[in-house]
């Protein structure tokens, strides 16, 4: 362990000794601190077992993600059980598919130089947001302690190595996240050490989860001068290295134009597939064993890397960045406060909720792509998965950066022509389902949200409804059977999801359309978003596909993921689930739904169907929002008993603790939203009531307003709201207006074993 964290050790004990007290005190006791919530935020949880989750550093929405590569990494780059290739400085969090990123790896090593086999066995790991840190030690006398924070484009590693042997940095620059046979490909890079403890450079890629090429510059910089410094070459297991002053180009050194001290390496994978290239700093650790690296990263060029790095992270205190990094956090946690429950619950909550501030990236300053003068995010992986609970969540609690999130959206739109259903890196990425920034745009809409141009984003969501998209993978949608059969046809691709979707999106574009007084469109879309009865077989009580001729597909039953499950999901009728899992998936219309499956009792005997046979998925999104149908029902007691178990059962404060990829936050969040006792239908503008599992809740508003969530009888017994109050009122409705939520307030829930009949007189909201 490092001199820096000897020095802060026990005072962090008590620091965190005090935040568990004041987390635990009854609502009536006064915090006698501010409590630091990074200690029961684990950015461990969910690494393993197809979480994929991150466990680097850095802060919320930040680009830089400084964080380790091990040998067996999945899309986070990282697993539990396999050796450290070293730390590259960006990742995406929680996606499945294939990856993109990890750029310009470092991998920080004691004795000879070498840049091939660098793979080294971890302990000691230790992480907390905006904070990692690890030894790496094949052999104990060449034990190397490496630490991580970081800014929103600045990654800053402190590196103590043992005294005596030289302490290597090997800088990867073509360096990369590549998994499953499709995964990313470096097509050129170019290093340059620029002095003793400077180095720049760039490198550009392709393929990944989606295929658009990128160029990434960066500038890295050390805190004292190195005794060797260079740059290598890497190709089929033939090394060249090249220390001092010169150029490295197909193997003829020259002295640079401006002859200055530096080393030039160019070469391009095209030709050269299996080239690596990148540069090295050895450091003499005789009497000083600690060295520190920054390394900031830039769209743009290597002069607008180094720019970032000045205005950012100017100085050399580690200690202080990784508590800028860790107040960053504590101001995103403690958005929302938490009393009661127990500690489990505690850490599953905040690990969620530091989840829920991962991604999208927010690159503003950083557009390479136009001009623009409006915010820049990236890395919308994918708002398939995340328009669900996400979006909804910031909205809430941090409704500034939805709406720059938003207004990035439409820049892309006005730039590009379409409304991305995901983007990263640039460009557009696999278009999943349906349009489903449309829901995001509606959600913020019908919340009252503002702050971004209204009637643009309805052109936006008109051209989704309208336009036969020119290239539907990647943007928009497939409408030609659409329009002309009132559904989606088994002559495309995920046919039954995609019409399922496109009925929820055309709700969502009639509802700007009334917020704008476009009558005409709105009883259009409306009518539209009927689509899912085309499909619906009432003999079977599921969605079932169609040819478009009429005839319904054979040899079908509602549980089939597919007939002929040989082929990828994106070739199937349902992309990522079966018809009994999309079957619920009609937030706009669950009284149709209802109606469908025969009447309440009816739809409670279907919902329990889909959770008793085992066919509920909490580990992907299709069937997400079931739990909550049966409100609709007036059963909210049932609702209270599968969320209590989906709560207790997937989700664990381990490091396999999610039920399936985290999705860019989007299972966290969802947790986020149960533990609560509240859960969102995007595009709506309403809550539903279910079962905290916290004494209080005070949610942090706009304006400084709050809004508190008290349930003093909740425990794992009493499950069943039996009686509410809203600030002060009695209501028998098991949900809340976004109005009345966003205004602030108090909702007071009485809890029982017992369900006695609350809400079981359903009103639509």
């Not at 039954?496 to 476009?518: K, M, P, W």
């Not at 109050?725 to 829930?749: F, P, S």
Request: proline share 5%; with cysteine.
């Amino acid at each position: 362990m490092s001199s820096g964290l000897k020095r802060r050790g026990s005072v962090r004990a008590l620091m965190m000794a005090v935040a568990l007290c004041a987390l635990s005190v009854p609502s009536m006791a006064q915090p006698t601190a501010t409590p630091d919530y990074t200690v029961l935020a684990n950015p461990f949880v969910g690494v393993d077992d197809g979480g994929n989750t991150v466990p680097g550093a850095g802060i919320p929405f930040g680009f830089v993600s400084l964080s380790p590569d091990t040998a067996n990494g999945d899309t986070n780059g990282y697993d539990s059980k396999s050796a450290i290739l070293g730390f590259s400085f960006t990742h995406v969090t929680g996606t499945g598919g294939t990856s993109k990123y990890g750029n310009f790896r470092v991998t920080p090593t004691s004795g000879e130089l070498g840049v091939n086999h660098l793979v080294f066995a971890k302990h000691n790991e230790t992480a907390s947001p905006g904070y990692y840190a690890v030894t790496l030690a094949n052999d104990p006398a060449k034990a190397v302690r490496v630490e991580l924070t970081a800014s929103r484009l600045v990654g800053f590693q402190r590196v103590t190595f043992p005294k005596g042997a030289p302490g290597q940095f090997v800088l990867d620059a073509t360096s990369v996240i590549g998994l499953r046979g499709s995964g990313q490909r470096t097509t050129a890079a170019q290093v340059e050490v620029v002095d003793d403890h400077t180095l720049s450079g760039w490198a550009s890629f392709e393929g990944g989860w989606n295929p658009a090429p990128y160029k990434l510059y960066f500038y890295a910089v050390f805190d004292r001068p190195a005794v060797k410094y260079g740059a290598w070459k890497a190709r089929q297991g033939e090394v060249q290295i090249q220390e001092g002053i010169g150029r490295l180009n197909g193997g003829n050194q020259t002295k640079s134009a401006a002859n200055r001290q530096g080393l030039m390496i160019e070469y391009d994978t095209e030709q050269e597939f299996s080239n690596r290239l990148g540069g090295f700093m050895t450091f003499d650790t005789a009497t000083d064993s600690v060295v520190q690296m920054k390394l900031a990263v830039s769209f743009i060029s290597v002069e607008k890397a180094k720019a970032n790095l000045a205005a950012e992270l100017p100085g050399w205190d580690f200690d202080a960045q990784h508590a800028k990094a860790r107040d960053l956090w504590n101001g995103a946690l403690a958005k929302i406060e938490v009393e009661g429950g127990d500690d489990t619950q505690k850490r599953n909550f905040y690990s969620g909720l530091y989840r829920s501030h991962t991604m999208p990236h927010d690159l503003s300053g950083e557009n390479v792509w136009w001009n623009s003068t409006e915010p820049h995010y990236e890395d919308f992986y994918t708002l398939w998965d995340t328009f669900r609970t996400l979006h909804p969540l910031l909205t809430l609690i941090q409704p500034q950066r939805q709406r720059d999130m938003i207004r990035s959206l439409i820049d892309t739109y006005a730039h590009t022509g379409w409304l991305p259903d995901s983007r990263i890196a640039g460009a557009n990425g696999m278009t999943q389902g349906g349009s489903n920034g449309d829901v995001l745009i509606a959600d913020a809409v019908v919340k009252n949200l503002g702050g971004f141009d209204v009637k643009q984003a309805y052109a936006a969501l008109r051209k989704d409804g309208e336009v036969e998209s020119d290239k539907p993978f990647l943007q928009g949608r497939v409408l030609k059977d659409y329009l002309s059969l009132g559904y989606v046809s088994l002559s495309q691709t995920r046919s039954a999801s995609r019409t399922l979707e496109y009925a929820y999106n055309d709700f969502a574009i009639a509802s700007v359309a009334a917020h704008l007084g476009q009558k005409g469109d709105q009883a259009r879309y409306l009518k539209r978003a009927e689509a899912w009865k085309k499909l619906w077989d009432d003999d079977l009580g599921c969605i079932r596909p169609r040819y478009a001729d009429g005839r319904w597909l054979e040899n079908f039953t509602c549980t089939y993921d597919y007939p002929d499950k040989s082929g990828p999901w994106w070739e199937a009728p349902f992309y990522e689930g079966n018809s009994l899992q999309y079957s619920t998936y009609v937030p706009h219309d669950v009284e149709g739904l209802v109606a469908k499956t025969g009447g309440r009792e009816g739809f409670v005997r279907w919902l329990d169907r889909l959770f008793d046979d085992g066919y509920y998925l909490q580990g992907n999104e299709p069937d997400i929002l079931a739990p909550w149908l049966y409100i609709h029902a007036g059963r909210p007691d049932r609702t209270a008993e599968r969320v209590r178990r989906i709560l207790s059962v997937h989700y664990k404060p381990t490091r396999n603790g999610l039920p399936g990829n985290d999705d860019a936050g989007t299972m966290s969040s969802w947790y986020v939203w149960a533990s609560l006792g509240l859960y969102p239908n995007a595009g709506q503008p309403f809550y539903y009531i279910g079962s905290p599992l916290f004494r209080k809740t005070t949610i942090h508003l706009e304006g400084g307003k709050t809004f508190q969530i008290i349930a003093p009888q909740t425990s794992e017994a009493n499950i069943y709201v039996v009686g509410a109050r809203l600030n002060g009122k009695a209501i028998d409705r098991a949900w809340l207006t976004h109005a009345e939520l966003i205004k602030g307030g108090r909702l007071e829930l009485d809890m029982a074993a017992q369900p006695n009949g609350w809400a079981t007189r359903f009103t639509k909201p």
